[in-house]
């Protein structure tokens, strides 16, 4: 089930699938997406192998 207000992109492709991680962690520096993430209230409650910084960079 959808979330409330989700909107169905156009395309199928996400900037993640044409750009590499590696180019994200350069152009959006990790303590910017940590502030970000803070910001709007999505830290990570428990502790996973991919932290909520990771997850922001693929989303």
């Known amino acids: 089930m959808p979330r409330a ?3 169905k992109p156009e395309s199928d492709r996400r900037l993640s ?3 590499s991680v ?3 962690t350069r152009v959006f520096a990790p303590e ?3 502030e ?3 910001q709007v209230g999505r ?6 192998s ?5 997850m922001a ?3």
């Not at 830290?43 to 996973?48: F, S």
């Open 22 to 24: 590696g180019v994200l």
């Open 57 to 59: 960079y693929f989303s």
């Open 36 to 38: 970000v993430i803070a």
């Open 17 to 19: 699938d044409l750009v």
């Open 5 to 7: 207000g989700w909107v």
């Open 50 to 54: 991919l932290p909520a910084r990771v």
């Open 32 to 34: 910017l997406v940590d």
């Open 43 to 48: 830290t990570e409650v428990r502790h996973r």
